[in-house]
């Protein structure tokens, strides 16, 4: 029978290591990480990156991020339905101030600013689902996009659709 | 603020800009109806959710809502795989 445990119990543990071997996120350090969403995410100018020999075309991130509100969410290779021009809502999205990022800690951070539409007529599409974060490069580069915690709908003349500060939250942590 | 029911993700806080009252709407559900819900009463003219929102105002004809509200919007976000313009 103690055979028959430790037997048992050796399984277990090489089907444990043989887990932790094949999981192969959370591998980033989060320091290097919150590194990146500081540099990226809380600069207020322009900056390129230029990789070295063989890593690509250098790339520049223009801040200040817009806001865009989509009628239908996109992916993460695929641009979302933007929210129809008019009403109070202009294509482009609305800016998220001078710095976007709040604090960084842990692999993430929220919205510093608010950001806000005040309708002047009914919106159509009449329902919200999603957002999306691009830079304001002359041609807007898109860098962030997910699910509203709850869609929005109905949204009339007068009506103000605001995302407080913290409302937008951008996690990293599973790098 | 309305309650929320056991297990039920918490929606966008809706505002009314008159009273202040606030109502929590649920996925899907219409701004003005969660008003309604929570006892907002600012409607001059007796209107509630969508009949309110189609309601042209008899006084100016703009349609101007008689009880507009502030929705307070939440969302995560993550990276994009290919940054597209």
């Known amino acids: 029978m103690l055979r028959a445990l430790r037997r048992y119990g050796s399984i277990i543990g090489a089907?444990?290591?043989l887990r932790s071997a094949l999981l192969l996120n959370n591998m980033t350090d989060q320091t290097f990480v919150n590194?990146?969403?500081n540099a990226?995410?809380?600069?207020?100018t322009s900056f390129t990156i230029t990789p070295g020999t063989g890593g690509g075309s250098a790339f520049t991130i223009t801040p200040p991020f817009h806001l865009r509100l989509m009628s239908t969410q996109g992916s993460n290779t695929a641009n979302g339905t933007e929210q129809a021009n008019g009403n109070g809502y202009t294509t482009g999205g609305t800016s998220l101030g001078t710095t976007f990022a709040g604090t960084v800690a842990s692999g993430a951070f929220s919205n510093a600013n608010s950001a806000s539409w005040t309708a002047t007529g009914t919106?159509?599409?009449a329902t919200q689902t999603s957002i999306e974060i691009w830079d304001t490069a002359g041609t807007p580069?898109?860098?962030l996009q997910g699910a509203l915690t709850s869609n929005i709908t109905g949204v009339a003349n007068g009506d103000t659709v605001t995302f407080a500060v913290g409302a937008i939250t951008v996690s990293a942590a599973a790098w | 603020m309305m309650p929320l029911e056991d297990g039920m993700q918490l929606g966008n806080i809706v505002e009314c800009k008159q009273c202040a009252k606030r109502a929590t709407v649920m996925d899907g559900g219409h701004v003005h109806e969660a008003l309604d819900d929570a006892g907002c009463t600012c409607c001059p003219h007796g209107h509630y959710g969508q009949e309110h929102v189609d309601h042209a105002d008899p006084v100016t004809g703009t349609g101007q809502p008689c009880r507009?509200?502030?929705i307070y919007?939440?969302?995560v976000?993550?990276?994009v795989q290919a940054p597209s313009a």
């Open chain 1, 15 to 17: 089907l444990f290591l």
């Open chain 1, 35 to 37: 590194n990146l969403l």
């Open chain 1, 40 to 44: 990226i995410f809380k600069s207020s």
């Open chain 1, 123 to 125: 919106w159509s599409p």
């Open chain 1, 141 to 143: 580069v898109r860098y």
């Open chain 2, 68 to 70: 507009p509200v502030t």
């Open chain 2, 73 to 75: 919007a939440n969302a």
């Open chain 2, 77 to 79: 976000v993550q990276l």
